[in-house]
């Protein structure tokens, strides 16, 4: 009885990670496909224009107050990430 219901918990395990991992894969591919696209609209900018919506960006971030739930840590990592997609697109 309790091998049996060790092995029903493994595969319920089991299927839950494989659920995740394709969740993550789905997101992942939705993070890649906006970066894209983001980086496709600032090539085509003129240099003004460009420079205009990074500082927009900027000052929006700047301005946002994280939630409690929200780490210095996790605030910075989106300020890096941001910074280094809008400064130095995807070649």
Do not use: C
Not at 42 to 59: F, H, K, T, V, Y
């Amino acid at each position: 009885m309790w091998a049996a219901n060790m092995k029903n918990l493994i595969s319920e395990l089991l299927v839950k990670l494989a659920e995740k991992e394709e969740e993550s894969k789905e997101f992942i591919a939705q993070i890649e496909a906006l970066e894209i696209v983001v980086t496709a609209m600032l090539r085509r900018m003129e240099q003004n224009d460009r420079e205009a919506i990074i500082s927009n960006i900027e000052g929006a971030l700047h301005d946002v107050h994280p939630a409690e739930t929200v780490t210095s840590h996790d605030a910075e990592l989106l300020k890096q990430y941001l910074d280094k997609l809008l400064t130095h697109p995807r070649e």
